[in-house]
C-alpha cells in the first residue's frame, strides 16, 4: 500500500505512517494498535458523512444540485490509493454522506 501523499501531509494525517517496523511482535499490541484505528476510521467515517450532509442540505437549500460529480470523483480518484478495493470504500463514503435520498 502506498504511503500517504504531500497532499495529505497538508490535510493533518501525516501522524498515521504505514511504516510499523516500530510496533512489537505481540498480537495483543498489535490488536491494540488495530482497535485504536478501527476507533479512529468510525469517529472520522461519521464525521466525514455528517460534514457531507451539511454541505448537501446547504447546496439544496440555496438551489444546488443534489451530487457534484467533480467533486465525487476527485474522492474516487483519492481512494484509488488502495487499488481496486478503494473505489468500493469511496462509493461507500459518498453513500453514507448522501443519506436516504441519494441512493
Ligand atoms: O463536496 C461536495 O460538494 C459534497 O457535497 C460532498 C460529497 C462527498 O461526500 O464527498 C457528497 C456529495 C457530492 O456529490 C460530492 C461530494
Not at 497538508?10 to 498489535?30: F, K, M, N, R, Y
Amino acid at each position: 500500500m502506498s504511503e500517504s501523499s504531500e497532499s495529505d501531509k497538508d490535510l493533518g494525517v501525516d501522524g498515521l505512517s504505514t511504516d510499523v517496523a516500530d510496533l512489537p511482535d505481540d498480537i495483543d499490541t498489535l490488536r491494540l494498535e488495530i482497535d485504536r484505528m478501527d476507533a479512529i476510521i468510525l469517529a472520522a467515517i461519521q464525521r466525514r458523512s455528517a460534514v457531507s450532509k451539511k454541505i448537501g442540505a446547504h447546496r439544496m437549500a440555496t438551489g444546488g444540485p443534489r451530487l457534484v460529480h467533480s467533486r465525487e470523483v476527485k474522492v474516487l480518484d483519492r481512494f484509488s490509493a488502495l487499488g481496486s478495493e478503494g473505489h468500493t470504500l469511496a462509493m461507500l463514503l459518498l453513500r453514507l454522506g448522501r443519506g436516504p435520498l441519494g441512493r
